[in-house]
């Protein structure tokens, strides 16, 4: 099914984000924020701390709703899609957890076919193949019969992908899928999207904060602060486009148009010598 | 689903909101059986690990509220020379409630803390968001099995406490304090009657306990704050509302069906 | 992963069936609609005139041990005797024909049973065979009338004389229960009778000869020994100088309280609230048979 919905290969443009505006408890999240991910390249989201980088995912997906504005995947606007039409359109996208969100019910290998068991109606060998097709692409053919609590953080995360990645969807979206990894795990997972996006082509956009793994497999790089995209390009001209926001990012300060300081009232005021001072 | 977007400091408020989200929940729920007809091995699943996982402490409970009931009843009973009446006593009082409330109760500690645990970890792990992702609706999958399998569960499990309990009262009337088996039998055979004591009694009030407490247990997973207190406080709180819901319940079903 | 899938489905059959078959127990066997099942067993039968609060299932003993069950309790239209089967087991099959089965009570609020007293003849009673005689239920009454009582009908060897006396209200009161003055028996009642014309209890008194100086203005009253006990007839002597004589009927009555109107006194909400112990006040107290 995903065949027919990828096949209008004349946009080049899978999501397309426009007047993006989303108020949470007051606070504004998005800022009327215009974002066009490109089809078939892994594209990175980067941004502050608290700016809303899962969220976008979560808009996308169409989990959450926004406030204003409109989002387009693959041509179809999410927020006017009914429940069965925002599933159909869920299984043609893979979404790797932060924390893997493996069903602890469930082994590996159960996980893995969960999304063909609860959509199809596959023979059982066919789903064995598919499973095992899957899992050795991410190397943890071995492990199908091990429960989630036995496996480390790095091989969840390969188990979540490969759960992913068993619709073969057009779009991926990788919730900082390199957090708490050691290197070689991280190094594995860079690998694995890197061959997925090349070897089938898959859409990949990843919310990371890691700039040397960004660096090494992004095509594109879209800086979000304060609810916009503040910059954005390939990994090479990004950081040399001058503005505050990328040389402070890519730079690493401690200051800058990120503030080290939360917002606060006066601080001499705060430790009482507001008089003396005057 | 946000429990929390409603914060009032007034307790009365507080419960009463908690009562209608609740109430809320529980037509989200009920919409969603039809969708979660696709997923009865989930349901069978789910009446595995709340009804026959449940099945031992149900019955070595009625086993012993039976044993102790019967004990207590030939004491007294037989100030006035009527024993052969404790029988019976034992079986009226078992049907119409301490079978189903204490079959409840038992239930919600053993079954509801642990429906609420699990999906309250299942939210913290986004185990629930993985499933909306993968297009797997988590109403229809996860909350909906648990409720209908509580519902299923209750009034079959409270079966067993009555019977254990009636085993218990004869083990103990019979056996070791002589009352005569047929007497035992004949007066709990006359006065038991089915519609009243058995249906109305066992059936009916158990019915209702169990999709109380897997109601409570369901909502309070789903709605709580999807952290480690978050859940521990949940799981309390399934055990003190489903204990309350149940005793206020009896009550209002018994002054009804009497 | 099929094979967990199928354990767990296995395990809530057993779960399912375990429940349902608690359910037919219940059903079947601690309640009303329990067929009787019972190991080897012969029946006989036994017809009663009064069967009291004999029960299906209630035993049958011979010299006090349990040898069987009663199997049904039938009444056959237009007959007045209650057709009582037993079912006995197959190993005391020696019963003589002649045996006597009697209804007994087991202590004074105790159940009831039937007992066999063994006859004399070589004949024994087969299997579907009658037990021609019986002794029926005797009520309460009547027992305790036989107690208190100045030997209740078989005292009428001439020692008596006969006073009548109206009671709006009799309770429970039946031939046979004692009449007392100052709490000494001094006769019984010999009848009681609803009277068509006046609408009220007649009660015929059986008192004995040698009280035969009691004032003529002396009330009579429905009294009832203690809480559940049986109920007799009071004699409260006057201050007339004429004395009762025989077929004399005495004015002064005061009917029987009734258990209800006495409790009613003394709760606030009076006796309005009583409909809710039909099922489980079982026990049979004289007071509550009006």
Redesign the interface.
């Known amino acids: 099914m995903t065949d027919s919905v990828r096949a209008t290969p004349d946009d080049s443009t899978l999501v397309r984000i426009r007047g993006l505006t989303t108020v949470l408890n007051g606070k504004t999240i998005f800022d009327a924020l215009d974002m066009d991910i490109p089809r078939g390249k892994v594209t990175a989201i980067m941004g502050p701390s608290g700016t809303g980088k899962t969220t976008l995912l979560k808009h996308i ?1 169409g ?1 959450m709703r926004a406030d204003a504005g409109e989002i387009r995947v693959n041509g179809e606007n999410v927020a006017d899609l009914s ?1 069965e039409q925002l ?2 359109l ?2 043609g ?1 893979g ?1 790797l ?8 019910d ?2 590996v ?2 996980n893995v076919a ?2 063909l068991r ?2 199809t109606r596959l023979p ?1 060998v066919l789903i064995r193949n598919l499973v095992l097709l899957k899992l050795q692409a991410v190397g943890l053919r071995g492990a199908a019969r091990l429960m989630p609590n036995e496996l480390s953080g790095g091989m969840a995360r390969r188990v ?1 992908l490969a ?1 992913a990645i068993v619709f073969d969807p057009m779009l991926i979206l990788y919730d900082e899928p390199f957090v708490g990894l050691d290197p070689v795990a991280l190094n594995q997972v860079l690998k694995l999207i890197r061959t997925l996006n090349q070897t089938l082509g898959i859409t990949s956009v990843l919310v990371a904060h890691e700039l040397e793994a960004i660096k090494q497999v992004a095509d594109h790089i879209f800086l979000i602060a304060n609810g916009k995209v503040v910059a954005q390009g390939d990994p090479k001209t990004i950081a040399n486009d001058g503005s505050p926001w990328t040389r402070q990012f890519f730079g690493g300060e401690a200051d800058g148009p990120v503030p080290f300081q939360y917002p606060a009232g006066d601080y001499a005021q705060a430790l009482g010598f507001a008089g003396a001072v005057k | 689903m946000n429990a929390r977007a409603p914060q009032h400091n007034n307790v009365v408020i507080q419960s009463l909101a908690q009562i209608g989200n609740c109430g809320l929940f529980l037509l989200t729920l009920l919409v969603a059986i039809p969708r979660s007809f696709r997923y009865v091995r989930e349901t069978v699943r789910q009446l595995w690990f709340v009804g026959a996982m449940s099945l031992t402490i149900i019955m070595v409970c009625g086993l012993f509220i039976g044993m102790v009931l019967m004990l207590q009843l030939y004491n007294v009973l037989s100030i006035f020379g009527s024993t052969s009446a404790s029988g019976m006593v034992v079986a009226l009082a078992v049907y119409r409630e301490l079978g189903p409330v204490v079959t409840a109760l038992l239930f919600a500690g053993r079954a509801g803390t642990s429906i609420t645990a699990e999906i309250g970890l299942m939210r913290a792990t986004d185990q629930i968001d993985a499933m909306e992702m993968m297009a797997v609706d988590p109403i229809a999958y996860v909350a909906t099995p648990r409720f209908l399998a509580g519902l299923i569960a209750m009034p079959l499990l409270c079966c067993v406490f009555c019977a254990m309990a009636i085993f218990g009262g004869h083990l103990v009337g019979v056996t070791w304090l002589g009352i005569d088996n047929g007497t035992f039998w004949s007066n709990m055979t006359a006065v038991v009657v089915v519609h009243t004591d058995i249906v109305n009694g066992v059936l009916f009030k158990s019915l209702v306990f169990g999709a109380v407490v897997s109601l409570i247990a369901v909502f309070q997973g789903f709605t709580t704050p999807p952290t480690s207190e978050g859940v521990a406080y949940a799981t309390t709180r399934t055990v003190v509302a489903s204990s309350i819901a149940i005793l206020a319940l009896d009550f209002v079903l018994t002054a009804f069906l009497m | 992963m099929s094979q967990q899938r199928s354990s767990y489905a296995v395990g809530t059959g057993l779960f399912i069936v375990l429940g349902f078959a608690a359910l037919a127990y219940l059903a079947t066997q601690t309640s009303s609609v329990a067929n009787v099942h019972q190991g080897a067993s012969y029946s006989v039968d036994a017809h009663f005139t009064n069967i009291g609060q004999l029960k299906e299932r209630a035993p049958v003993k011979i010299a006090g041990v349990r040898v069987g069950q009663v199997q049904s309790i039938t009444l056959t239209p237009g007959q007045e005797v209650a057709d009582v089967k037993l079912a006995i087991d197959k190993r005391y099959d020696a019963i003589p024909q002649d045996s006597v089965a009697t209804i007994f009570t087991s202590g004074l609020l105790g159940d009831q049973y039937v007992g066999i007293e063994y006859g004399s003849s070589k004949q024994m009673v087969a299997a579907g065979g009658t037990l021609s005689r019986t002794k029926s239920s005797q009520p309460l009454e009547e027992m305790l009338g036989k107690f208190f009582g100045a030997g209740g009908v078989t005292d009428n060897i001439g020692g008596t004389y006969v006073v009548k006396a109206d009671f709006t209200n009799v309770g429970t009161l039946s031939a046979g229960a004692p009449v007392k003055m100052a709490g000494v028996v001094i006769g019984s009642v010999q009848s009681v009778r609803a009277d068509p014309v006046k609408l009220n209890a007649q009660v015929v008194l059986a008192i004995d000869k040698r009280y035969d100086t009691i004032p003529d203005d002396s009330s009579a009253a429905v009294f009832t020994s203690g809480l559940i006990g049986s109920q007799y007839v009071a004699i409260q002597p006057g201050g007339s100088p004429d004395a009762l004589k025989d077929g004399d009927e005495m004015i002064l009555t005061q009917s029987a309280m009734q258990l209800e109107d006495l409790i009613g006194k003394f709760l606030v909400n009076g006796s309005s609230s009583d409909k809710k112990d039909a099922g489980d006040g079982k026990s049979d107290t004289p007071a509550g048979k009006h």
């Open positions: 997906t989990q429940r599933y159909k869920r299984e996208i979404y957890f932060q924390n893997s969100a493996l069903l602890t469930f082994d290998f159960e969960f999304p609860q959509h059982e979540a759960r």
